[in-house]
C-alpha cells in the first residue's frame, strides 16, 4: 500500500514538472506580444531572408554580404537611437 501511494506520487510529481516545463518552454520560444522586440524580429527577418537568398543562389555571395552589411548598419542604428531616447528621459 505505502509502495503505491508512493508510484502515485512520483508519478504526479513527473507529471507536474514536464507540464511546467513546456510552459516555460513556449514562453521562451513564443513570448507574447509585449515582451517581443519588433526591431529585432524584423532585423532576424531580414538575415534570414538574405541568407535564402544567398542559399537559392538568387543573389551572389558578394550582394548577401552587401546586403547583410546594410541590414547589420540599420539595425546598429535603430538600437542606437533608441539608447538615445531612453537616455535623454
Known amino acids: 500500500?505505502?509502495?503505491?501511494?508512493?508510484?502515485?506520487?512520483?508519478?504526479?510529481?513527473?507529471?507536474?514538472?514536464?507540464?511546467?516545463?513546456?510552459?516555460?518552454?513556449?514562453?521562451i520560444n513564443d513570448?507574447?506580444?509585449?515582451?517581443?522586440d519588433q526591431e529585432?524580429?524584423?532585423?532576424?527577418?531580414d538575415l534570414n531572408e538574405a541568407?535564402?537568398?544567398y542559399l537559392n543562389k538568387e543573389i551572389t555571395y558578394a550582394q548577401y554580404l552587401e546586403e547583410k552589411k546594410d541590414i547589420e548598419n540599420g539595425y546598429s542604428q535603430q538600437i542606437q537611437e533608441r539608447q538615445e531616447s531612453l537616455e535623454s528621459r
Do not use: N
Not at 5 to 12: E, Q, R
Not at 13 to 22: E, R, T, V, W
Not at 31 to 36: A, E, I, N, S, W
Open 1 to 27: 500500500m505505502k509502495r503505491l501511494l508512493l508510484m502515485m506520487c512520483m508519478i504526479a510529481l513527473a507529471g507536474c514538472s514536464s507540464y511546467g516545463a513546456d510552459q516555460v518552454r513556449d514562453f
Open 31 to 36: 513570448p507574447p506580444g509585449l515582451l517581443k
Open 40 to 45: 529585432y524580429a524584423q532585423y532576424r527577418k
Open 51 to 53: 541568407e535564402r537568398q
